[in-house]
């Protein structure tokens, strides 16, 4: 057979669930050594494909040819003979074993005991594996726990496994949904080294951004249709959005300015242990009227987890006070502070925000299913969960198979965090605290949180943005609050400080209150 130029074909692939055409005659031809990208928004058909590829579905129409030969991909372990490797937006890693033990998973390098006895070569393994970190600049330690890890090295561990089984072909999802500023910029660097290594790699995201800085050519995917494969350097960001999300995208906020009323939420000297037992939140003193976005800026990992945590009730304050509307709630159960106003859409939408075995219009009335409405001497209202289910559902644009019946573990990332959203804005809450509310979605949906943000500031909610995005702390924010080791360093008008200040006061710099 003739060579191709393309490492990998996918010719005419179509993918049908219940209910829903996940791709759809969709073709794509990726070049040896190009940085690949897929872009679209969630629920797109994105990693439908690349699983296809990886062997984790079969497609129900097309071919797929690697290297020029026709393969019928089986399984991930085929997927992996065949030199492609995938990092999943969730990693598949194995807490409580080393670095080392994940990486040599299922194919352990041996040795003999006594001559005859095989046994796993630890000693081996940790000594190819800190080789090959070395080699691509990738830093972990073999023997680490995994549990003890943070997600940008957990990730580098997934680089890893892959590069141990020789993949030649690197699929990344999702890749920077959950790092930081500085780790999505050391992650770009491992890439581009990566490819520079003669590596052929694809990455499916939704962020325009870091496609300019990165891909040379990227497909983008509309409602599983392949609109347009695109040279990245001689497009826009503005026409990539406009072919992603099927029309116009604006990046700027349109908002009135704010009018405040009476504070709503007031936090004195609060003080919060981690699970750890170790301080996390320090004397923290900040309060948030009534038609104010107070936004709280800062590199992850800050005490932001727990002060969102504290506020909603999940974690006990170790010292200080909370007020809700003027009453102490810092030791109120947290039903008390839903029905006095409190809405909180949590960092950890799989863990916190969601049961992920319930269905779609269960999750969606967590917080109200024992309201009159719903429930009777006990007995839900089944009717009345459907009802509520399909409003919001049709008003939040919530992407699913089956609709109200869904599984929500069965969901994109991003359409679990709009039911997450719809279910916490419906309640109308006095304080709505939004954690890290835009991560992982695509910039459509960016563009219509932000708005419902502006929404809810502006209908008299007090609002507590607490984001790792600087972007979208000066986008909306009416007043901003910076958190460095657990304090807040500086707190002031939004109109009164630049990107860079906001930087340099989340790297530490302090600076004093101006209220």
């Not at 072909?169 to 581009?192: G, K, S």
């Not at 309060?287 to 006990?316: K, M, P, T, Y």
Request: charged share 25%.
């Amino acid at each position: 057979m003739e060579s191709s130029e393309y490492i990998v074909e996918m010719k005419h692939i179509t993918k049908r669930f219940p209910g829903i055409t996940a791709n759809d005659d969709v073709s794509i031809s990726i070049k040896k050594g190009e940085i690949y990208a897929l872009l679209g928004e969630n629920g797109a058909g994105k990693s439908t494909i690349m699983s296809v590829l990886f062997g984790m579905y079969e497609p129900d129409e097309g071919e797929i040819f690697i290297r020029g030969e026709k393969v019928n991909i089986t399984s991930p372990r085929h997927a992996t003979r065949l030199g492609i490797g995938m990092v999943h937006q969730h990693f598949k890693l194995v807490s409580n074993y080393t670095v080392a033990e994940n990486i040599i998973l299922g194919i352990e390098p041996q040795n003999k005991l006594w001559g005859f006895i095989p046994r796993v070569d630890l000693k081996k393994a940790n000594a190819d594996i800190a080789a090959l970190s070395e080699k691509f600049g990738l830093r972990v330690d073999p023997k680490s726990v995994i549990s003890n890890l943070n997600v940008s090295t957990q990730q580098r561990v997934e680089i890893l496994k892959m590069l141990y089984r020789d993949a030649e072909i690197l699929i990344f999802d999702e890749p920077t949904a959950v790092l930081t500023p500085q780790e999505i910029e050391y992650l770009l660097d491992i890439i581009r080294g990566l490819r520079d290594g003669g590596k052929t790699i694809i990455i499916i995201t939704h962020k325009l951004e870091e496609i300019k800085a990165i891909a040379d050519r990227c497909a983008i995917l509309n409602r599983g249709k392949l609109i347009d494969v695109k040279d990245v350097a001689a497009t826009s960001t503005a026409e990539m959005a406009r072919l992603m999300v099927g029309r116009e995208v604006s990046f700027t906020v349109d908002r009135k300015p704010a009018q405040p009323g009476e504070v709503v939420l007031d936090v004195k000297n609060l003080t919060v242990n981690n699970e750890l037992g170790i301080e996390a939140v320090k004397d923290v003193s900040f309060s948030i009227r009534s038609g104010e976005i107070f936004a709280l800026a800062g590199v992850s990992g800050n005490g932001q987890n727990e002060l969102a945590d504290a506020i909603a009730g999940l974690i006990h304050a170790k010292s200080g006070k909370i007020f809700l509307n003027g009453k102490d709630i810092t030791d109120a159960p947290i039903r008390d502070r839903i029905k006095g106003g409190i809405t909180y859409i949590p960092e950890d939408r799989q863990n916190v925000g969601l049961i992920m075995g319930y269905d779609l219009k269960d999750n969606l009335a967590l917080k109200v299913y024992y309201s009159a409405l719903f429930s009777n001497n006990a007995v839900l209202n089944k009717k009345q969960f459907e009802a509520h289910g399909n409003n919001l559902i049709d008003n939040y644009d919530i992407r699913t198979s089956k609709g109200n019946e869904t599984i929500v573990s069965s969901m994109s990332g991003g359409n679990q965090q709009k039911a997450i959203i719809a279910r916490e804005i419906d309640l109308g809450g006095e304080l709505v605290i939004f954690m890290q509310p835009t991560r992982g979605l695509d910039v459509g949906a960016i563009s219509n949180i932000h708005k419902q943000i502006v929404e809810e500031r502006d209908r008299g909610a007090a609002v507590l943005l607490i984001s790792l995005e600087l972007d979208e702390v000066m986008n909306l924010a009416d007043t901003i609050g910076v958190i460095f080791d657990g304090r807040i360093n500086k707190i002031s008008d939004a109109s009164l400080l630049t990107v860079n200040e906001v930087g340099e006061f989340m790297m530490g710099v302090t600076g004093e209150v101006e209220r």
